[in-house]
């Protein structure tokens, strides 16, 4: 019975701490691919069984995804779950293990995903519906910001 008599462990972060830095990405993420998928936080909230309150937290990073959750919020979005991840913080402010060689401070400044003009081009780049005016768009969007071809990652247009 001595474990019945133990006291009780909290669950979660204390109801005073700040959200963490990669819950707030998550969110930001999730918020990112529902708006560009033109989805309202009720539609996204009915298509996984929750309320729009629920994602509002999500999005906010107010409360952590569990796996599952997450799983099911990348099918709805149509997104792998790595995107959720993606050019998010080191954990804990640390560098990843096996990298701190070469990881760089993490900048902690606003985050351009999650401006309303990044928003409204990307929305107008896909609006193109000829891939290779897409590609040529691209290509003078580089050009004129001194980008490298090689910074985006994926090249696919």
């Not at 969110?27 to 539609?43: C, D, M, N, P, V």
């Not at 937290?57 to 099918?75: D, V, W």
């Not at 040529?136 to 071809?149: I, T």
Request: aromatic share 6%; charged share 30%; proline share 8%.
């Amino acid at each position: 019975m001595a474990a019945l008599d133990a006291p009780k462990r909290p669950r979660g972060r204390p109801r005073n701490d700040e959200p963490s830095p990669l819950d707030v990405h998550i969110g930001g993420r999730i918020r990112l691919r529902r708006t560009l998928l033109g989805y309202s936080q009720a539609k996204l909230a009915t298509a996984i069984g929750l309320t729009f309150q629920q994602i509002q937290k999500y999005e906010h990073g107010s409360n952590r995804i569990g796996a599952s959750r997450l799983h099911q919020l990348s099918r709805v979005l149509e997104v792998p779950v790595d995107f959720f991840f993606e050019d998010a913080p080191p954990a804990d402010g640390l560098p990843a293990a096996g990298l701190a060689e070469e990881a760089e401070p993490y900048d902690s400044g606003p985050d351009p995903m999650q401006r309303r003009e990044t928003l409204e081009l990307i929305r107008a780049y896909y609006r193109v519906e000829d891939q290779a005016t897409r590609r040529r768009v691209l290509d003078l969007l580089k050009a004129m910001s001194g980008a490298r071809s090689d910074e985006s990652g994926n090249d696919e247009g």
